[in-house]
């Protein structure tokens, strides 16, 4: 789905630009956004919650064949509303619609663990568990306004499932796992992950959806809301700068796997420092001028995408009995992500390149992605070759 989802924009922005007709019955965009956000990380999240939730929780391993008829679901709901996007809004809604079942119940699934679970700390899983919830209300809402060609409420609700869904969860594993991860492989570092620190980032992620919605539905919002941007954005970007290096990306650079996974949480502290300057800038001129799409790319391909890129690579690899995490192969894909990234952001903030940088950054996303489908799709459901269950 992961590189289905970047061959299919790959097409769409290769036909715009080229000036070949492709019709479709729901805007580009809003296409692009759902296929991105909701396209592939579900699925992650289903992988990582019942893979690393049993473990946090203190419960049983959850078989993988259980999980199936909600993801085939959530696939074939995919199929059918990649064929909507192009002939009818209605028939989208109807595939999300299948989409929205298999999440819902996957979720349900995982709250019933949350709260069987007699472990007294469940913070993380609990609030992954409420997000998942929230994601799940939030895709019938896309499949109701899809099946009333509703666009812009459409629009809204993509706008708060990147807000009050996907990156909540990064959030929440980013708080649990990252300082885990570190402490695990570098003993000289701690696992300092204070609670008010994890409450700080989902209030954060909470005001960037309540400021994009109003966006949305009252444009241009006042002066005065912009500086408040501004005064809260500056200290996020920051605090997120400073807590990559307290978490030790200097430290990581040694590790390549470590550094992946840093190297996405960077990303999260660009995005607040480059949502500052875009909010000072159209506070400065009655949002006349920002740096338009640079922050939220730098926030969906490089915290989201990349710590997504990483966490996949060291779970298939580790369950899949390889002993390298992150070999030669892995560690040139990561980096043709990163420059997928940094060009996406430059298309936006240089507007005289634009298409020829959005070009080249979807194409080595397309490389990176599909590579990383080829090369450890293959490995799902054979064997593991150090001859251990799994």
């Known amino acids: 789905m992961l590189a289905l989802a970047g061959l299919w924009w790959a097409t769409m922005l290769t036909a715009r630009a080229l000036q070949w007709p492709m019709d479709v019955a729901v805007p580009g965009s809003s296409i692009h956004a759902l296929l991105m956000s909701l396209g592939f990380m579900p699925l992650f999240f289903c992988g990582f919650l019942f893979t690393a939730g049993p473990k946090w929780l203190h419960l049983p391993e959850v078989s993988a064949?259980?999980?199936?008829?909600?993801?085939?679901?959530?696939?074939?709901?995919?199929?059918?509303?990649?064929?909507?996007?192009?002939?009818?809004?209605?028939i989208a809604g109807v595939g999300m619609a299948l989409v929205a079942l298999g999440w819902t119940v996957l979720s349900l699934r995982f709250v019933r663990m949350v709260g069987t679970s007699r472990m007294t700390d469940r913070t993380h899983p609990a609030l992954a568990a409420i997000a998942c919830l929230i994601g799940a209300a939030l895709i019938w809402g896309i499949a109701l306004a899809l099946a009333f060609e509703s666009y812009q409420m459409l629009r809204t609700f993509?706008?708060?499932?990147?807000?009050?869904?996907?990156?909540?969860?990064?959030?929440?594993?980013?708080?649990?796992?990252?300082?885990f991860f570190s402490a695990t492989v570098m003993p000289a570092l701690d696992t300092w992950r204070p609670l008010w620190l994890l409450w700080v980032m989902l209030a954060a992620l909470g005001l960037e959806g309540l400021f994009s919605v109003a966006?949305?539905?009252?444009?241009?919002?006042?002066?005065?809301?912009?500086?408040?941007?501004?005064?809260?954005?500056?200290?996020?970007?920051?605090?997120?700068?400073?807590?990559a290096i307290r978490w030790g990306v200097i430290q990581s650079l040694k590790i390549r796997l470590l550094a992946m996974l840093h190297g996405g949480f960077v990303w999260f502290g660009v995005f607040f420092g480059l949502n500052a300057v875009s909010h000072l800038?159209?506070?400065?001129?009655?949002?006349?001028?920002?740096?338009?799409?640079?922050?939220?790319h730098a926030m969906t391909m490089g915290y989201l995408a990349a710590t997504m890129f990483a966490m996949t690579t060291r779970v298939s690899t580790g369950h899949g009995g390889r002993k390298e995490p992150a070999d030669n192969l892995a560690w040139t894909l990561y980096w043709i992500l990163?420059?997928?990234?940094?060009?996406?952001?430059?298309?936006?903030l240089l507007s005289a390149y634009a298409t020829p940088l959005t070009l080249a950054a979807i194409s080595a996303w397309c490389i990176a992605m599909v590579g990383w489908a080829i090369r450890y799709g293959r490995w799902f459901g054979l064997p593991r070759p150090d001859g251990r269950p799994g």
């Not at 993509?158 to 300082?179: D, G, T």
């Not at 990163?338 to 936006?348: D, F, G, L």
């Open 65 to 90: 064949r259980s999980l199936l008829p909600m993801l085939a679901s959530m696939l074939a709901g995919w199929a059918v509303a990649l064929i909507g996007f192009h002939f009818h809004a209605t």
């Open 281 to 296: 800038l159209m506070a400065q001129s009655n949002d006349a001028r920002s740096l338009g799409l640079a922050p939220l």
């Open 215 to 243: 966006d949305l539905w009252w444009w241009p919002l006042p002066i005065a809301i912009r500086w408040l941007q501004v005064a809260l954005e500056i200290p996020m970007a920051l605090l997120m700068l400073w807590l």
């Open 158 to 179: 993509i706008q708060v499932v990147i807000w009050c869904f996907v990156a909540p969860v990064f959030a929440v594993v980013s708080h649990r796992m990252i300082p």
């Open 338 to 348: 990163q420059i997928a990234t940094a060009m996406r952001v430059a298309s936006a």
